[in-house]
């Protein structure tokens, strides 16, 4: 199979390229040169390449920055989005396409509500998470029209080796590792009351690939560990393999806007239909997170 990889320089892109691979596809990886917001270059690169199967991943995805910014996030995930399928439409309309959303379209869930599925209504509560709701009612509109085979995924937060430190775990990690270099006895942190569910990138490439060859055209799947984690205890657990001295210490200027309190998500629909399930442990990811991190440091 030939696949082609949008936004396949960044953390997830480039995990599932290296997936791939090994998974014997030909993978042609995207990202600048195929910027998604022109819709022309979109369609001659699709064209160049006529993958069997187009990954759409190339997004603004950092929910914080998106409050500032609400008109950039729509240009590039509602429109980006709306081109790509587009062009796969006029380029190669046999290629199945699975879109990348996220699972932040739900928004607040009472806890009494989980574990979230497919069926519970999008409700999103952040400039980001309302851009990935307006791209995938297009997307879903566009490829109705259009006969196209569409796979929509919603993730929940994945961790892993690699992931930026503007993201919640690598950043907390990052900053004890500094701590613990400066010989600090404290760091800043945003709201750690919150609970999330964590899955490893690498699972949660497996499960795209898994999606292509058996998710059902037009449907939404979450990919999910089914388990939710507070982000206190992860903390706790990066301060006792980081810096065991250092307290975590609240700043106002890390809080977000709008805190969503509790995720946990249901991969029951995508077990069923590919089989897909977790297998890495939270305590694995942010071994292997911090192990990248110090890694980096010395190169």
Known sequence: MRALVTGASGFVGRHLCE????????????????NVT????????????QPDAIYHLAALSHVGESWKNRIEFVRVNVFGTR??????????????VLFVSSADVYGIVNEDELPIRETRPAVPANPY????????ILAQSIASQNDQRLVTVRPFNHIGPGQSDKFVVPALASRLLDAADRGADEIPVGDLSTRRDFSDVRDVV??????????????IYNVASGRDAAL?????????????????????????????????GSFEKIHMDTGW?????????????????????ER
């Open 83 to 96: 081109n790509v399928l587009e062009a796969a439409y006029k380029a190669v309309p046999n290629a199945a």
């Open 38 to 49: 022109i819709a022309g270059r979109v369609e001659r690169v699709f064209r160049e390449h």
């Open 232 to 264: 206190i205890d992860i903390a706790n657990e990066l301060v006792a393999q980081i810096a065991p001295d250092v307290k975590l210490v609240p700043d106002a200027d890390l809080m977000r806007p709008v805190e969503v309190p509790v995720m946990r």
């Open 129 to 136: 998470s309302q851009s990935k709701l307006q791209a995938e």
């Open 277 to 297: 399930e977790p297998t890495i442990s939270l305590t694995t990811s942010l071994i292997d997170v911090v192990s990248e991190l110090r890694a980096r440091r």
């Open 19 to 34: 997936h791939l691979t090994q998974s014997g596809d030909e993978v042609v990886a995207v990202d600048r040169d195929c």
């Open 206 to 219: 497996k499960a795209y690939r898994l999606l292509i060859e058996r998710g059902r055209s037009e449907e």
